[in-house]
């Protein structure tokens, strides 16, 4: 099993791909370190957890390991060891030719945010582009996870950091 992720952001323009989710899970997930090298999560889906190991992106391409935890585990580790805020989303599924978009839609200090994402086996791979995808934000490091923790959407308007 190889643990190069290839994956690829982009900012949804209009709410097209709602009516084609495959399946939605509820998510919350935290940080337990502040990225330098690598960022480590804990993440809870519905009635089960993972900790997860991601090293730092270059371009569409990192390394990533995942491991699922015991979710009794995981809600102490989400309210007691991770920095905050938590990031809160929901995660749809929405199949386009031969792929599955992952579109999150961002709850508490990101609301208002949703990015949809599509892994790939190569760099180069070509893809199906549906019409509510918008911007590619794959390079924009402020739309990683990491980063919406540390520095939520809510307050992007008040830094000017949005343009």
Not at 24 to 39: I, P
Not at 41 to 69: C, H, M, P, S
Not at 85 to 92: F, G, M, S, V
Request: charged letters at 30%; aromatic letters at 8%; a negative charge.
């Amino acid at each position: 099993m190889s643990h190069l992720e290839i994956e690829r952001k982009f900012l949804v323009n209009s709410d097209g791909w709602r009516s084609r989710i495959r399946s939605s899970t509820a998510m919350r997930q935290g940080y337990l370190n502040n990225e330098q090298h690598c960022s480590v999560r804990v993440r809870i889906a519905d009635d089960r957890a993972w900790l997860n190991l991601k090293g730092v992106t270059i371009g569409a391409q990192r390394l990533e390991f995942e491991y699922e935890i015991p979710v009794t585990d995981a809600h102490p580790m989400l309210d007691q060891l991770t920095c905050k805020p938590l990031i809160e989303k929901t995660r749809h599924l929405v199949d386009v030719g031969d792929h599955t978009w992952e579109i999150d839609v961002f709850e508490g200090d990101n609301a208002g945010l949703i990015v949809a994402e599509i892994e790939l086996d190569d760099p180069d791979e070509c893809f199906d582009k549906p019409e509510w995808l918008g911007e590619e934000v794959t390079d924009d490091a402020r739309y990683y996870n990491t980063c919406l923790s540390s520095h939520p959407f809510k307050n992007w308007a008040l830094s000017n950091d949005a343009s």
